[in-house]
């Protein structure tokens, strides 16, 4: 049996992204962690010169925690549509330019997917995946993985969420993610979103609520 290490008190989440902070926070709250960001705390932004997801959260993990001396908390996560041979991939956010304005990464994706006939839903199929990483100054690291599986839509609907959330359709629904509300997208007992599914895994491992 694989033992892991238990994460209390304050953890940094190694990113920049106000979204993904929100989230984390609300999925750290009933476990009463302290979550405070690279963002925040004005930490650089590593290199992310990995060749897969939990690769470069491992990168960003490890930089945060090393910078902060408190554990590091990073998520890499991307959209991988299957029409386009799993692009966008690890350069989801690339695709989104520096100012991470992902409008016209979503209106790319829908050119790109029109330019290979992807019109029926078989052809639309697409998966969100997510990889957390957490990592602790002294160099150990737990990780974990969530995938959804879904259809990419044929314009952006809703404002919810971030991302490429518009145009992802997870299976089972007919809404997309940004017509969710975060409670659904990161249910209790049934965790919808990729990255509710890696912290799901995190949870039991990791984290224990307080009495």
């Avoid at 920049?16 to 902070?21: E, I, P, Q, T, V």
């Avoid at 991988?80 to 994706?109: E, I, Q, T």
Wanted: a negative charge; one cysteine or more; aromatic letters at 8%.
């Amino acid at each position: 049996m694989t033992s892991h290490r238990l994460l209390t008190g304050k953890v940094v989440l190694a990113t920049h992204n106000k979204g993904k902070l929100v989230e984390m926070r609300e999925l750290m709250e009933p476990y009463g962690i302290e979550v405070t960001s690279a963002g925040e705390l004005d930490l650089p932004e590593p290199d992310e010169s990995g060749y897969m997801f939990s690769e470069n959260a491992a990168i960003k993990a490890h930089a945060a925690a090393k910078a902060s001396g408190l554990p590091a908390l990073a998520d890499d996560s991307g959209i991988c549509v299957h029409a386009l041979d799993c692009a966008p991939g690890l350069f989801s956010a690339n695709w989104a330019g520096p100012g991470k304005d992902f409008k016209p990464a979503m209106a790319r994706v829908l050119a790109e997917m029109a330019k290979r006939g992807a019109v029926t839903a078989e052809q639309r199929r697409a998966h969100f995946v997510s990889a957390l990483v957490i990592a602790w100054p002294d160099g150990h690291e737990e990780l974990f993985e969530g995938r959804v599986f879904g259809t990419i839509v044929e314009a952006p609907r809703g404002t919810g969420g971030f991302g490429y959330n518009p145009i992802f359709q997870p299976d089972g629904y007919d809404v997309t993610f940004a017509e969710m509300s975060s409670t659904v997208k990161s249910g209790k007992d049934d965790a919808l979103s990729h990255r509710a599914r890696a912290f799901k895994e995190l949870a039991a491992a990791c984290l224990r609520k307080p009495n």
